[in-house]
């Protein structure tokens, strides 16, 4: 399956957070719309939006009430059609989230199988609990009314759906053709690994291959039906587990691509990060695919806080030279940190149930700053999240004036990705401790993780740097550079 997407750079909208075209506070499709130009000018391929359907936000559109339409609070279906159309006259193609393994309790389905009507089948509805535990902390299993326990892998309002069922089943099939003929490119498949459940619900067992309701084969089979469905669209697995288990997502009679996120848990050490990247790239090559790379997402603390921003911007440049796909979270080609939300200002789920206990998500999806001016340009209202006062010095318009900004470097290097793609091989060539250089016909990725500089081989000439201005031959510390290397003939 050879394909756009198979390389491309796609940019991940959390949409509340973009940019807010009416005034309430939260970014919606609006924004987004109004946003694109400043989406295309970085120089990405695709833009993948959270879920914006009907939605009760309690885990911020991950709880769905109706997959084919969309919530008031981000607009309606001719604005998401505008939006469509704005995208793709900009040469941007669009990702929707879909959310296949739970729904939100206010789903008409949920709503009558509470009543104790026959939709109870569509759940996973039992007259005892078991041991599992929510993802979001607590037990998995709630009471219903009439004394049953339904399971719910994440919030109480996110009832996990039967996927045995052929309702379930129809009924997604039908999603994914409503925004295919609507004209979406493709899908971002919400916890792809978890729709199957062990019909015996047995309980977790340490150390065992087998889980009851994670990376069970049968998921799979629900993969193989989309792909009739899909066409040549692209759906990317959101599947966490060992490389040779997610790449199984990305079969090419499946969805295509999955998240090779070890690299979100990589140590920042060449030799850690060199066996990160060859144990995917041999697990995706395993089945005839690449890895979609990620540095960052709405889930997890910013990358510039985790590593700081100067090394956050080295991984962007090397992630983006290798063979792959790369999913770029909005606000990381600004070099955002991660925001202090004061605990009376939470509203992530995940926090706020397990009482702080498990980390909380908010500082990663604050809204962006557009301008330096006050109220940083996202909205006119009160923001849904606190802004950092510090917010202004990361603004949209600052960086894109200035040739030494995080913006601009990413920018520089998106337009000379292309460059890349003459091969889609990579091989590793000898450097000192601390240092990678990949190669992939007549690029260079030189990556200095040490804390001492590197001379750059002779006769190369840099094409890309995440420290612009540095001095042309040498790599510096914390810095990744892309380098020609003029002995070696381009195949173009
Ligand atoms: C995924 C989403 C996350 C959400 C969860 C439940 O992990 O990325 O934001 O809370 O699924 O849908």
Same mark, same amino acid.
């Given at each position: ?14 949409? !509340?957070? $973009? ?81 296949? &393994? ?11 199988? %509470? ?56 009924? $997604?099939?039908?999603?994914?053709? $409503? ?25 977790? %067992? ?86 979609? +790379?990620?540095?960052? &997402? ?6 510039? @806080? ?19 796909? $790369? ?8 070099? #955002? ?15 706020? !149930?397990?009482?702080? !206990? ?6 990663? !999806? ?18 849904? #999240?606190?802004?950092?006062?510090? +917010? ?11 040739? @030494? ?77 892309? #380098? %020609? ?8």
């Amino acid at each position: 399956m050879t394909s756009w997407w198979r390389t491309a750079v796609v940019y991940q909208v959390y949409v !509340r957070s $973009f940019l807010d075209g009416d005034g309430d506070g939260v970014g919606d499709l609006a924004g987004l719309t109004a946003g694109l130009d400043a989406v295309a000018r970085l120089g990405v391929d695709a833009v993948w939006l959270t879920p914006v359907y009907r939605s009760p936000q309690v885990d911020h559109g991950y709880d769905v009430a109706d997959h084919r339409d969309i919530d008031p609070l981000f607009g309606d279906l001719a604005t998401f059609d505008r939006l469509v159309g704005a995208a793709h006259d900009r040469g941007l193609r669009v990702l929707m989230d879909l959310v296949p &393994n739970h729904v939100s309790d206010q789903h008409p389905w949920f709503v009558a199988a %509470r009543a104790g009507g026959p939709e109870r089948e569509l759940f996973h509805i039992r007259s005892r609990p078991t041991g599992w535990q929510s993802m979001f902390g607590g037990p998995a299993w709630s009471p219903l009314p009439d004394g049953s326990w339904y399971l719910h892998l994440f919030a109480p309002e996110q009832p996990d759906l039967n996927w045995a069922h052929p309702v379930v089943q129809s009924d $997604f099939a039908d999603t994914l053709r $409503f925004w295919l003929a609507r004209g979406v490119d493709g899908f971002r498949v919400d916890v792809a690994g978890g729709l199957a459940k062990d019909p015996a619900y047995g309980e977790v %067992r340490r150390g065992s291959l087998h889980h009851p309701h994670w990376d069970r084969p049968e998921v799979h089979d629900v993969y193989r039906s989309w792909r009739g469905v899909l066409g040549t669209a692209p759906a990317v697995a959101e599947a966490w587990g060992p490389p040779e288990r997610t790449a199984e997502f990305a079969r090419a009679d499946e969805l295509g691509q999955a998240f090779a996120f070890d690299v979100l848990h990589t140590p920042w050490s060449a030799a850690a990060l060199q066996r990160t990247v060859d144990a995917q790239l041999a697990a995706h090559r395993a089945v005839g695919a690449l890895p979609a +790379w990620v540095a960052g &997402n709405h889930d997890i603390a910013r990358v510039a @806080t985790r590593l700081g921003p100067e090394r956050a911007l080295a991984l962007h440049l090397f992630l983006l030279a290798l063979p792959g796909a $790369f999913y770029l979270y909005a606000g990381d080609e600004l070099g #955002l940190p991660d925001a202090q939300v004061p605990p009376e200002t939470w509203q992530d789920p995940q926090s706020l !149930r397990s009482g702080g !206990r498990l980390p909380n998500r908010d500082g990663a !999806r604050v809204p962006l700053p557009w301008t330096s001016g006050p109220g940083v340009g996202f909205t006119t209202g009160e923001p849904w #999240l606190p802004i950092p006062a510090t +917010w202004p010095q990361y603004a949209r318009d600052r960086q894109e004036s200035d040739p @030494t900004s995080a913006w601009s470097v990413l920018q520089r290097a998106l337009a000379a990705r292309p460059w890349l793609w003459t091969s889609e091989d990579l091989t590793w060539q000898d450097a000192r401790p601390g240092v990678l250089v990949g190669r992939r016909a007549d690029a260079l990725v030189v990556l200095n993780t040490s804390s001492r500089p590197w001379r750059l081989p002779v006769a190369t000439e840099v094409v890309a740097r995440s420290v612009p201005g540095a001095e042309p031959t040498i790599a510096t510390p914390s810095e990744c550079v892309w #380098l %020609r290397d003029r002995r070696v003939r381009s195949p173009t």
